[in-house]
């Protein structure tokens, strides 16, 4: 997180907010970027008509369903993290 010149008297509630606003806008440039990244495997050049044709549709069903996974995957460990981090400062 940025210093904001002392964030130590930065009200915690704010903190929070600020990182959740942080980490959204993190997500937000990830799928974009998946976006970008499935929409060049899958559909490149070629030339669309009104419909996706079935393997180009297929391609981004299962470009979406990996990034689906390893999202959850990166999230629940995220999570954990998380969890050890605020457990380990209650001691």
Known sequence: ??????DD?????LRQMIQEEQI????QAQVHKFTDQCWDTCVGDSR???KLDYRTEAC???CV????DTTISVTN??????Q??????MH
């Open 1 to 6: 997180m940025s210093n904001f010149g002392g």
């Open 9 to 13: 008297k930065i009200d915690p509630v």
């Open 24 to 27: 959204k806008a993190q997500f």
């Open 48 to 50: 669309l008509g009104n």
């Open 60 to 62: 981004l069903q299962n």
């Open 65 to 68: 369903e990996r990034f689906l």
């Open 77 to 82: 460990r995220f999570t954990q993290l998380l």
């Open 84 to 89: 050890r981090g605020a457990a380990g400062g």
